[in-house]
């Protein structure tokens, strides 16, 4: 099983090239149980209006349109917590978009067990906000440096300086998203430029990096864009779609 970073951006039609290879192990861990739809927990963190009423609804029914599955959506205010329960008897775990630090507080007390849990097969989807937290480092937002703007103020996640914490470890490397539509691949360069990061990706919207026990691979319609912090200075490149 593996993990799946998404970049943001979503249909209410579903997007098969990003979703289709989740769904697809979530449903080989659910036949593992006996069950023949897999259950698949949506996590999902309102602050004020973000994310909106349509993505609160119609992304979890976006994976219904790519395979069968039964979403199994919670929903906090930012603030609160995510009950244990939310782990209960699913096959595949989604976490969702919005503001990236109030995600991460909201699952604080379900770190160790979801680390456990996908460490033992469980399939993990983090869109947007849900991929930035999967790190081991986790950038959570902000935009500047030293009080240098490294990326647009709208991309700050009510954030001024970038900050980067303890995220949920499910990945070695630092994430950004809405890569190419946000102009967030500037706050990595300069994240890892500062030595806040040893590099990470950044990853451009309807776009998936699976991150697994045989290497990666990227599905979608962008690139995933990889930095690298070398001797010689940051390097850029592009993985790829």
């Known amino acids: 099983m593996s993990v799946h970073l998404v970049g943001g951006g979503w249909s209410p039609g579903g997007d098969p090239e990003v979703t289709s290879v989740f769904l697809a192990e979530a449903a080989a861990r659910a036949a593992v149980s006996g069950r023949l739809v897999p259950r698949v927990g949506v996590l999902i963190v309102v602050d004020d209006d973000t994310p909106s009423e349509e993505y609160r609804a119609g992304y ?36 969702g978009g919005g503001l990236t630090p109030a995600y991460l507080a909201a699952v604080d007390p379900l770190v160790e067990e979801i680390r456990l849990l996908v460490a033992d097969g469980l399939p993990y989807l983090g869109f947007s906000a849900g991929a930035m937290i999967a790190a081991d ?105």
Do not use: M, Y
């Not at 470890?169 to 809405?178: E, P, R, T």
């Not at 994240?191 to 991150?211: N, S, W």
């Open 137 to 241: 480092r986790a950038i959570v937002g902000g935009w500047r440096i030293n009080g240098i703007a490294v990326c647009p103020e709208e991309t700050a996640e009510d954030l001024d300086e970038v900050t980067v914490v303890e995220g949920l470890g499910l990945v070695d490397l630092a994430v950004d998203v809405h890569a190419a539509q946000w102009g967030t691949l500037s706050r990595l360069v300069a994240a890892t430029e500062a030595g806040l990061v040893d590099g990470g990706v950044a990853i451009d919207e309807k776009t998936a990096l699976v991150v697994g026990d045989d290497g990666f691979a990227v599905f979608g319609e962008g690139s995933v864009w990889q930095v690298l912090d070398e001797p010689a200075g940051v390097i850029v490149g592009t993985l790829g779609a």
């Open 60 to 95: 979890p029914e976006s994976f219904r349109r790519v395979a069968a599955c039964e979403p199994v959506v919670t929903i906090v205010p930012s603030g609160e917590t995510f009950p244990a329960s939310v782990l209960t008897g699913i096959d595949g775990l989604v976490i």
